[in-house]
């Protein structure tokens, strides 16, 4: 049998399908390093961890202004 949906959303449950659109809140530990070919910094991501996927639509209820009150 072909699995049609790889996840599910963490909101409404929903099971989100391949070739969907939907939204990830991601964890990045990183770095910024001011070179001389970067003189503004560049940023390397060390690690990144998923810590929340939504489907499209409670995806849609979040900004990230909307975002940083969850985490207050
Ligand atoms: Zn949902």
Do not use: Q, W
Not at 4 to 32: A, H, M, P
């Amino acid at each position: 049998m072909y699995e049609y949906s790889f996840s599910e959303c963490g909101l409404c449950r929903k099971s989100i399908s391949y070739g969907d659109k939907y939204g990830v809140l991601v964890f990045n530990i990183e770095s910024t390093e001011k070179t001389p070919k970067y003189p503004d910094g560049v940023t390397t991501v060390n690690s990144s961890e998923e810590v929340h996927t939504m489907c499209l639509e409670c995806a849609k209820k979040y900004d990230s202004e909307s975002v940083k009150s969850l985490i207050d």
